[in-house]
Structure formats: C-alpha cells, structure tokens
C-alpha cells in the first residue's frame, strides 16, 4: 500500500511540468552551432585536389575531374562528386582539409530514405543541399 501512495505522489508531482519531449515533425529541432550534419558540396570553388577523398576514413567520397576547358587556364574543372551516405560518419575532416572550403558541413541531419541506393549523394543534390546552413560556413 505504501509503494501505491508513493507512486501515485511522484505521479501527481510530475504532472505539473512541463514536458521534455518535442513534437518533431511538426516542429523543427533546433541544432547547437557545432552540430555536424550532412554536407554542402560548391562545385564552383572546387580545385580538385583529392583532400577530402584521401582523408576520409570511411573512403565514401568520390571525386574525378578533367582537364581545363579553356588550353590557357591551369588546373582541372571537377566532374563527379559523390558521397555514399551509408557508410559517412560525418566526422567533418572533409571540411577541414578543404583549402577552398568547397564542402561545408550543415546542420541538416534528415536523410532517412526507403532505399540504400538513394544513399548515394550526386554533386547536384550536395550543390542543392542549403539547409540550415551553419552560421561560420555561410557566406
């Protein structure tokens, strides 16, 4: 009887407060500022330089490019980057070693698919990816 009572008080006590739980489809979760989510990928700075490939640990990113264009300019224009998604551990030493800050991390985190295969992110869709953006990354 007296486990009943004791119960029954931390029940009516709890009652009172306000809840801890967030509706989060309805309502967006606000991430921390340091918060590693999924990257930003801007082809346009991109040197090709297989950094970020070559430090990866999980070697997830792939990354070619070609040959310059226009004969006068040094250097290569990128041509596919990908990352597989299903093996990432976002540990952000892509962004770190990018002298160009090409890849940024965001604090984008929604990628549940119904498929393993639409875990394989395209340059387009990391291009397109500017979602919550992290503040130090926007420019």
């Known amino acids: 009887m007296l486990g009943l009572v004791k119960g029954l008080k931390y029940t009516l006590k709890n009652l009172t407060k306000k809840p801890v739980t967030h509706s989060y489809p309805d309502e967006p979760l606000m991430m921390p500022d340091r918060f590693r989510g999924i990257q930003k990928f801007h082809p346009e700075k991109c040197i090709v330089c ?4 070559n430090i ?12 310059h264009p226009d004969p006068n300019k040094k250097g290569k224009v990128i041509d596919t980057y990908d990352i597989n998604f299903e093996i990432c551990i976002l540990c ?9 800050e090409a890849i940024v991390m965001t604090n984008n985190f929604e990628l549940a698919e119904y498929s393993r295969d639409e875990l394989f992110k395209n ?6 990816n500017d979602q919550n953006i992290r503040r130090e990354n926007k420019a």
């Not at 297989?50 to 490939?53: K, V």
């Not at 990866?56 to 040959?67: E, R, S």
């Not at 952000?92 to 160009?100: A, G, K, S, Y």
Request: charged share 25%.
């Open 123 to 128: 340059l387009e869709w990391l291009d397109e």
């Open 50 to 53: 297989n950094q970020c490939a």
């Open 92 to 100: 952000d030493l892509c962004t770190e070693v990018c002298p160009t």
């Open 56 to 67: 990866c640990p999980t070697d997830c990113i792939q990354l070619t490019g070609k040959p």
